[in-house]
């Protein structure tokens, strides 16, 4: 399979998964729900505007201008894949920049349109096309559900400012597109004398004169 078909197929294979997941999540699940698949795993359906670690700022000036900022980014790997493909590196990091191409994609999907393709009821699950939504192009929430609290309890009282505190490892929610991205990045630092190719250093040839 020539690496552009390695490409293509990564990204649509990626996507794909991602926008199912995220639409059964949203379609069976009330906002807040859990449903506990290990006592390590469970499936727990939040949203956020978009931040890394729900992160938010500017509310929906912010929320904008980080869509349109997602959407020049996108472009700017599109242009690295190509370059990276034309270079016939590994198939690793053309494989993990695809990845982070999706991840950034299935984002994308869930802010530009899911204000708009689902409605947004209280205490109830989601509707997707409905026949009225009170949402707007542009400012849908990202669907998150992957929640992994390997460990829960109270940190040692040695250890500065935090001892003694309530943790929970590993805390934060995230969705398939975010695990793109994660791993698209391991593969590029695990590869990355092939991701990034250091120019060889042309030796200059110096003449003396006589």
Do not use: C
Request: aromatic share 16%.
């Amino acid at each position: 399979m020539s690496k552009k078909n390695i490409a293509i197929l990564t990204i649509l294979i990626t996507i794909i998964l991602d926008q199912i997941i995220k639409i059964y999540v949203k379609t069976h699940f009330v906002l807040g729900e859990e449903v506990k698949v290990f006592d390590w795993f469970r499936i727990h359906f939040v949203e956020n505007n978009g931040m890394a670690m729900g992160i938010e700022f500017g509310g929906n000036a912010g929320k904008l201008f980080l869509t349109l900022f997602r959407i020049v980014a996108v472009g700017a790997i599109v242009y690295w894949l190509m370059g990276t493909i034309k270079r016939k590196v590994h198939n690793a990091v053309i494989i993990g920049i695809s990845l982070i191409f999706s991840g950034a994609v299935g984002n994308i999907i869930d802010s530009i349109f899911y204000g708009v393709i689902f409605n947004h009821p209280s205490n109830k699950v989601a509707t997707l096309f409905p026949e009225t939504t009170d949402g707007k192009l542009f400012f849908g929430k990202v669907v998150d559900m992957f929640y992994f609290p390997i460990w829960s309890g109270d940190l040692p009282e040695w250890i500065p400012f935090v001892g003694g505190d309530p943790f929970t490892f590993f805390q934060y929610i995230f969705n398939p597109a975010d695990s793109y991205i994660s791993i698209g990045v391991a593969l590029l630092f695990i590869f990355s004398k092939q991701a990034f190719p250091k120019e060889e250093k042309k030796e200059i040839e110096t003449t003396t004169a006589e």
